[in-house]
């Protein structure tokens, strides 16, 4: 009970003023009379002061007075008498202060409900409310907020209204009417939706009424909780079409997409996945790997499941499924799912078969083996042919001609000295026999240079940068940190090829004005790096496949287990590196 402070003090005021009066009464009165009884009335007046143990408080001090009144009375019937009746009119003011102090603690505890009844009332969202049916109209007896806030309306302009006089439409209300006959009817609450015309657009209204009244002559009244679900069927209509176009995409992808949680119970899976396992989705759904693939396939798919949940990222794997044509291998993307608190709660997976390009790509490794094998055989008939010709022009070409030289001197010789003319014909023929001995050399040299297989891969290098500086005019060092070293006739020849071209480009297209060579041997591989200060390759020259110096350089390295790099060099010029792998022995 809630009383202004001035309400209580003015009660607590008259308490003491009436206890007063009765106790002044009580010790004028001989023993034996009861005026002290007057108390019990008068304490029940605490019930409007609103502190608790009001009623205690007056209970002690009356108790105090009745005591009092016993040793101040005149004598009377006796004070055995006067001790009994006091003694048994203490505990019945003991008894009304507990009786009037739970009294008070009910009536608090029901106000308290019934406010908090009400502030739920007055601030749900939903709108709420009582209302009679009568006939085919509906009058509304209460409101809350919300209901008025619908209406546009003061809770205070509603209460007491016809639904007809508040501009609700005439079918609203029947089917309003007709609900409540019908919970009326089952003895059950009932629910229903219906369309509002609103002035801002249509809104879709959920509610649900239950009849509380209507026995005998009394009111039709029942309550009811509206609730605007315009939005929230909005958000669903919005999540189905998402849905749709979500399951479209998966069912539509040539890929596999399956979600599994975290103990590899599927979730979701996509059409692609449905006929691999031969298995409707909603048959799969529930099911782990070990139920739907062969023990030892499920058994790897589990433990790349369990990396990725240990990681909590994403990871792809390499995995083989048995299908009704025979294993397929894959490309799996796996990643964790996440949920508000940061836990993993699931996994999902995107599969791509690539068993078809596996096979292509094979293929083509096969192609490109049989390709680097027929072009490592062409070089080889190629050096093999070169240095045939080599021989054959040096041995018999050659010889010939030094026997023709030597003929020619020998006939000079024998000439009378006064044949002028003759002898400067032989010394014309002479000299050119000489020239044409030369090309042979230089032929032979190009062909197959006969340093490379008397002196060794070094000695042949050295002699091929001193010749290029000879013929181009270019400076050009070369510099080893091997000493000595014998390989086989492939590596020597493709080592050496490798720099002649090189060279041979420099001296054709670079421009250079100096070239550095560097021959090295670093753990199992032969590092050869040419490096010149010219204008530099094109990137579109590197790559074209018209190339056929570069394609020839690096087939020769690949013939050899090895590779040829070309690059531009950022402070100018081309740089060519071979690397060469050893063989066993010399890497032994």
């Known amino acids: 009970m809630n009383f202004p402070p001035n309400k209580a003090g003015v009660m607590w005021g008259l308490i003491v003023l009436l206890g007063g009066a009765v106790f002044a009464w009580d010790i004028t009165t001989p023993l034996g009379q009861v005026p002290w009884l007057l108390y019990v009335p008068i304490m029940l007046l605490t019930l409007w002061i609103p502190h608790r143990g009001a009623a205690f408080i ?55 409900k019934e406010y908090t009844l009400r502030s739920f009332y007055d601030s749900a969202s939903m709108m709420m409310g009582v209302a009679d049916v009568e006939g085919d109209d509906i009058q509304l007896v209460s409101v809350n907020a919300a209901s008025a806030r619908f209406l546009s309306m003061a809770p205070e302009a509603i209460a007491n209204r016809r639904a007809s006089e508040l501009g609700v439409p005439r079918e609203v209300i029947l089917e309003w009417v007709r609900r409540y006959h019908e919970c009326v ?34 009111p039709a009244r029942f309550a009811y909780i509206t609730e605007d679900i315009t939005e929230s069927r909005r958000a669903e209509e919005a999540l189905r079409r998402s849905e ?41 759904i529930g099911k782990t790997d070990i139920d739907l693939f062969p023990r030892e396939q499920a058994t790897a798919f589990r433990a790349n499941d369990r990396r990725v949940l240990e990681a909590q990222t994403r990871a792809e794997f390499e995995e083989v499924a048995l299908h009704d044509d025979g294993p397929h291998t894959s490309i799996v993307y796996k ?44 070089q080889s008939i190629r050096e093999e042919e070169q240095t045939r010709l080599a021989r054959e022009v040096h041995d018999e070409l050659g010889q010939s001609l030094t026997g023709l030289q030597l003929g020619l001197t020998w006939l ?100 250079a004005t100096k070239v550095t060579v560097a021959f090295t041997r670093m753990d199992r591989l032969l590092m050869l790096a040419i490096q010149d200060d010219g204008k530099g390759i094109a990137e579109n020259v590197i790559s074209d496949h018209r190339s056929l110096g570069l394609i020839g350089m690096q087939e020769r390295a690949h013939a050899c287990g090895g590779s040829v790099t070309v690059f531009r060099s950022p402070g100018g010029g081309t740089v060519v590196t071979a690397r060469i792998p050893l063989p066993r022995a010399e890497q032994a």
């Open 58 to 112: 007056a209970a002690g001090a009356f108790s105090l007075l009745i005591v009092l009144d016993h040793f101040l009375s005149p004598s009377g019937v006796g004070p055995r008498i006067s001790i009994f009746n006091r003694s048994l009119g203490i505990p019945m003011l003991w008894l009304a202060a507990a009786l009037a102090e739970t009294w008070k603690r009910a009536q608090d505890e029901l106000q308290q």
């Open 185 to 218: 009817r089952t003895g059950r609450p009932v629910r229903f939706e219906y369309l509002r015309q609103m002035p801002a657009g249509p809104r879709r209204l959920s509610a649900t009424i239950c009849y509380i009244g209507g026995a005998g002559e009394g």
């Open 244 to 284: 749709a176009r979500l399951h479209a995409i998966l069912d539509n992808s040539p890929m596999m997409i399956f979600l599994k949680d975290t103990e590899g119970r599927y979730l979701l899976s996509n059409r692609e996945f449905e006929k691999i396992t031969h298995r409707p989705g909603k048959d799969i």
């Open 335 to 378: 990643f964790p799912l996440f949920d508000g608190n940061g836990r993993v709660y699931a996994i999902g997976g995107i599969a791509t078969d690539i068993t078809e390009r596996k096979r292509m790509e094979q293929a083509l490794k096969n192609s490109l083996d049989q390709l680097h094998a027929l072009s490592a055989r062409l």
């Open 412 to 511: 000079g010789e024998k000439l009378d000295p006064h044949q002028r003319r003759v002898q400067e014909k032989i010394s014309a023929l002479l000299a050119l026999v000489g020239g044409t001995i030369g090309s042979v050399r230089r032929i032979s040299a190009v062909l197959r240079p006969v340093v490379l297989d008397d002196l060794g891969l070094l000695a042949a290098m050295e002699w091929q940068t001193q010749t290029f500086e000879g013929q181009a005019g270019i400076p050009c060092t070369f510099s080893s940190n091997i000493e000595e070293i014998e390989l086989d006739q492939m590596r020597a020849t493709a080592v050496f090829r490798i720099l002649q071209e090189s060279l041979t480009n420099v001296a054709r297209h670079a421009g």
